[in-house]
């Protein structure tokens, strides 16, 4: 264990739970992980205890940003449920359900959050999702993008943004501006070429703390680019706030849409509606010859939202420049605002926009309970 991580440890051992032992000895403290100054920890109790141990989680979070040399702390409280509860083997596995008397709640002063996902990576999701987030701008709406993919960030590439979010009051961080655009990252926190080496739990803090404990301000949409596939970051933000609906990203080929399936039965397992399914990289036009080649298969997103019930938002073209202005920083929203592929996200942005608009999305999500 590093030294950091020592000091870390000495000063939580002065922290008392609530049966009165050191909280070092009571057997709940995972590894302590530290990464350029940032410290990252949790906890895991038994699920009746959690709200008993949540003074204990603050103070621990206390504590470690006490320490010298510790620029901010993440603690995540985690419950697991009690020794012989186990569900037979035989049992079907029961959906993830709400607990008793609690709701998620939403984020003061954002009327939508949403939610742009995709069941694997490389298909251009986060792409998507900041054009997505420039066209409902272009609609007239205040939108702020959080990019929850803790260990490949992505938006501060794709919009051009550099720089720390600053400190409002209290714990509330200031997110940064790009084109207009309200954006938190964790890739603002670390250096580019920092490994995220976090668990489960450490990755659920973080989204938590940048989904609560940042000044948001008035929006009427917030767009969450998700990581890829169907764990942690997915179910977090499920728990934390009611989404609004679920956008899908995917190729034309079969391998890419098997992933977008369970991305959108993985949204429905916890009630959030899927606003429908982006068909990126449909196609490609040769610029000196006009030439169509369907590279990866063509109309599959397609079939695949006619075959779920869900709606079909539209067809992005794999396109030099599509990809030259995301490597610039400069998404195409923003550096070509009325050229041709603009106009494909902002119809893909219209249609988001009056599902949301029109009320017909936007129920409370459960709480999740992850069962050992």
Same mark, same amino acid.
């Given at each position: 264990?590093?030294?950091?991580?020592?000091?870390?440890?000495?000063?939580?051992?002065?922290?008392?739970?609530?049966?009165?032992?050191?909280?070092? +000895?009571?057997?709940?403290?995972?590894?302590?992980?530290?990464?350029?100054? /940032?410290?990252?920890?949790?906890?895991?109790?038994?699920?009746?205890?959690? /709200?008993?141990?949540?003074?204990?989680?603050?103070?621990?979070?206390?504590?470690?940003?006490?320490?010298?040399?510790?620029?901010?702390?993440?603690?995540?409280?985690?419950?697991?449920?009690?020794?012989?509860? +186990?569900?037979?083997?035989?049992?079907?596995?029961?959906?993830?359900?709400?607990?008793?008397?609690?709701?998620?709640?939403?984020?003061?002063?954002?009327?939508?959050?949403?939610?742009?996902?995709?069941?694997?990576?490389?298909? &251009?999701?986060? !792409?998507?999702?900041?054009?997505?987030? %420039?066209?409902?701008?272009?609609?007239?709406? /205040?939108?702020?993008?959080?990019?929850?993919?803790?260990?490949?960030?992505?938006?501060?590439?794709?919009?051009?943004?550099?720089?720390?979010?600053?400190?409002?009051?209290?714990?509330?961080?200031?997110?940064?501006?790009?084109?207009?655009?309200?954006?938190?990252?964790?890739?603002?926190?670390? +250096?580019?070429?920092?490994?995220?080496?976090?668990?489960?739990?450490?990755?659920?803090?973080?989204? !938590?703390?940048?989904?609560?404990?940042?000044?948001?301000? !008035?929006?009427?949409?917030?767009?969450?680019?998700?990581?890829? &596939?169907?764990?942690?970051?997915?179910?977090?933000?499920?728990?934390?706030?009611?989404?609004?609906?679920?956008?899908?990203?995917?190729?034309?080929?079969?391998?890419?849409?098997?992933?977008?399936?369970?991305?959108?039965?993985?949204?429905?397992?916890?009630?959030?509606?899927? %606003?429908?399914?982006?068909?990126?990289?449909?196609?490609?036009?040769?610029?000196?010859?006009?030439?169509?080649?369907?590279?990866?298969?063509?109309?599959?997103?397609?079939?695949?939202?006619?075959?779920?019930?869900?709606?079909? %938002?539209?067809?992005?073209? %794999?396109?030099?420049?599509?990809?030259? !202005?995301?490597?610039?920083?400069?998404?195409?929203?923003?550096?070509?605002?009325? &050229?041709?592929?603009?106009?494909?996200?902002?119809?893909?942005?219209?249609?988001?926009?009056?599902?949301?608009?029109?009320?017909?999305?936007?129920?409370?999500?459960?709480?999740?309970?992850?069962?050992?």
């Amino acid at each position: 264990m590093s030294v950091a991580a020592d000091r870390v440890r000495a000063a939580l051992a002065a922290i008392r739970t609530p049966d009165g032992r050191p909280l070092t +000895e009571a057997g709940v403290l995972s590894d302590i992980v530290v990464t350029d100054g /940032k410290v990252a920890f949790s906890l895991t109790v038994a699920a009746p205890q959690v /709200k008993a141990w949540e003074l204990v989680r603050q103070a621990a979070e206390v504590a470690a940003k006490a320490v010298p040399g510790v620029a901010d702390a993440f603690v995540a409280l985690t419950a697991e449920r009690a020794p012989g509860h +186990e569900r037979a083997a035989s049992a079907p596995a029961p959906r993830p359900a709400a607990a008793p008397g609690i709701r998620s709640q939403g984020i003061p002063n954002v009327s939508h959050i949403i939610a742009v996902a995709s069941g694997k990576g490389g298909v &251009g999701k986060s !792409t998507t999702a900041a054009n997505l987030a %420039l066209g409902l701008q272009s609609l007239g709406l /205040k939108v702020g993008v959080l990019d929850a993919d803790i260990y490949g960030p992505s938006m501060p590439k794709l919009l051009g943004i550099h720089g720390r979010p600053d400190m409002a009051s209290g714990r509330m961080l200031r997110p940064l501006d790009g084109f207009g655009l309200k954006v938190m990252s964790i890739g603002f926190l670390v +250096e580019e070429d920092t490994p995220m080496i976090w668990r489960g739990p450490m990755v659920m803090s973080a989204i !938590t703390q940048m989904l609560r404990e940042v000044e948001w301000g !008035t929006l009427d949409v917030l767009v969450v680019d998700m990581p890829p &596939g169907t764990g942690d970051a997915q179910l977090t933000i499920a728990q934390q706030v009611p989404l609004a609906g679920a956008v899908i990203v995917s190729t034309p080929q079969d391998l890419a849409l098997i992933d977008a399936r369970r991305g959108i039965a993985m949204f429905k397992r916890v009630d959030v509606p899927c %606003l429908g399914i982006v068909e990126n990289m449909s196609y490609f036009l040769c610029p000196n010859c006009g030439t169509r080649s369907d590279i990866f298969g063509h109309g599959g997103a397609r079939a695949e939202a006619g075959r779920l019930d869900v709606p079909f %938002l539209g067809e992005v073209p %794999l396109h030099m420049a599509i990809r030259e !202005t995301s490597d610039s920083g400069r998404p195409l929203m923003a550096s070509e605002p009325q &050229g041709p592929h603009a106009g494909i996200y902002r119809a893909i942005a219209e249609q988001v926009w009056g599902q949301l608009s029109a009320g017909a999305v936007g129920q409370p999500a459960p709480r999740i309970v992850i069962e050992a």
